[in-house]
């Protein structure tokens, strides 16, 4: 049974550290600016590390996004879920312990790397309970989703993965939301199709299966992975005479989802679906039951 949130709830979850969280999916710290701490950003690639955690404040700055907040916001971006989710994910004891003090020398900083042990089948329990809580229907799912057991710095853990185009995947559960390089954006062709669907990231993808109620798209379909994939594709999308949009209804998303009508004369936005809503997993999981 779900907890009830109230204010008190939230102010406790809001204690939460930060830098316990992320130690808690397999993400460490890359080096210190004064009282904070500086991280790879959890939301895109990137070369230099620009996500900064100030421990005493409990914030973060990504600034390569240009996204900051508390841990309940970094945990909403990061599994795509809702508030009342992201409260439950951090309502774990364990993440209210204190952490030791973290030290760095120059030589022992090296970024936290996923390495894929084996891919398979979709079988585990958890998994298809996760998916079955995300209102995604195990014959959907297993057309476009595998099992993927994988370490970070030794540490097994196991995730649903959707692969991308240059052959790396996107790894969620219900406690992690990460990628096995090289991290890229996913094209399903349809041969002949003049028309491509946009998405931000595969639940949403595979909640538009859902509510169309289709097994496979009847256009060519893009799922970025990341908006920091969209400036590639505008290129790829010159090639089609339309563009559907189904990118999240949040600053991000109406950013990306300028950028497509500036770079093509015939964008469709097709967020009004899931008004009122941050994306169309978040709409999709309210109002469905898994078919």
């Given at each position: 049974m779900?907890?009830?949130?109230?204010?008190?709830?939230?102010?406790?979850?809001?204690?939460?550290?930060?830098i316990?969280?992320?130690?808690?999916?397999?993400?460490q710290?890359?080096?210190?600016?004064?009282?904070?701490?500086?991280?790879?950003?959890?939301?895109?690639?990137?070369?230099?590390?620009?996500f900064?955690?100030?421990p005493?404040?409990?914030?973060f700055?990504?600034f390569?996004?240009?996204?900051?907040?508390?841990v309940?916001?970094?945990?909403?971006l990061?599994?795509?879920?809702?508030?009342?989710?992201?409260?439950?994910?951090?309502?774990?004891?364990?993440?209210?312990?204190?952490?030791?003090?973290?030290?760095?020398?120059?030589d022992?900083?090296?970024?936290?790397?996923?390495?894929?042990v084996?891919?398979?089948?979709?079988?585990?329990?958890?998994?298809?309970?996760?998916?079955?809580?995300?209102?995604?229907?195990?014959?959907?799912?297993?057309?476009?989703l595998?099992?993927?057991?994988f370490?970070?710095?030794?540490?097994?853990?196991?995730?649903?993965?959707?692969?991308?185009?240059k052959?790396?995947?996107e790894?969620?559960?219900?406690?992690?939301?990460?990628s096995?390089?090289?991290?890229?954006?996913?094209?399903?062709?349809?041969?002949?199709?003049?028309?491509?669907?946009?998405?931000?990231?595969?639940?949403?993808?595979?909640?538009?299966?859902?509510?169309?109620?289709?097994?496979?798209p009847?256009?060519t379909?893009?799922?970025?992975?990341?908006?920091?994939?969209?400036?590639e594709?505008?290129?790829?999308?010159?090639?089609?005479?339309?563009?559907?949009?189904?990118?999240?209804n949040?600053?991000?998303?109406?950013?990306?989802?300028?950028?497509?009508?500036?770079?093509?004369?015939?964008?469709?936005?097709?967020?009004?679906?899931?008004?009122?809503?941050?994306?169309?997993?978040e709409?999709?999981?309210?109002?469905?039951?898994?078919?």
């Amino acid at each position: 049974m779900r907890k009830s949130i109230n204010k008190d709830l939230i102010n406790r979850i809001k204690q939460v550290p930060i830098i316990s969280y992320l130690n808690s999916i397999g993400i460490q710290p890359q080096k210190t600016s004064g009282d904070q701490l500086i991280y790879y950003s959890p939301f895109q690639p990137e070369n230099s590390p620009s996500f900064y955690v100030h421990p005493q404040k409990n914030v973060f700055n990504d600034f390569s996004t240009d996204i900051r907040g508390d841990v309940i916001r970094l945990v909403r971006l990061l599994h795509q879920c809702s508030f009342s989710e992201a409260i439950e994910i951090l309502d774990n004891g364990s993440l209210h312990e204190k952490l030791p003090s973290v030290s760095f020398s120059n030589d022992d900083l090296k970024k936290s790397s996923v390495e894929i042990v084996s891919v398979k089948n979709l079988t585990s329990t958890t998994l298809l309970n996760y998916l079955q809580s995300r209102k995604i229907s195990l014959g959907i799912a297993s057309a476009y989703l595998k099992e993927i057991d994988f370490t970070i710095n030794d540490r097994p853990f196991f995730a649903l993965g959707f692969k991308n185009s240059k052959g790396g995947y996107e790894l969620r559960n219900k406690g992690f939301k990460g990628s096995a390089s090289p991290k890229y954006s996913t094209l399903i062709p349809v041969p002949g199709s003049a028309t491509i669907n946009v998405f931000e990231g595969f639940m949403d993808f595979l909640s538009a299966l859902e509510y169309y109620k289709m097994d496979s798209p009847t256009h060519t379909t893009l799922i970025l992975n990341s908006l920091s994939f969209l400036d590639e594709a505008l290129i790829e999308l010159l090639c089609y005479q339309r563009v559907n949009a189904f990118l999240d209804n949040d600053f991000s998303g109406n950013k990306a989802f300028k950028k497509l009508m500036d770079a093509h004369p015939n964008v469709i936005d097709h967020s009004y679906i899931y008004l009122g809503y941050d994306d169309f997993n978040e709409y999709w999981s309210s109002i469905s039951q898994v078919r």
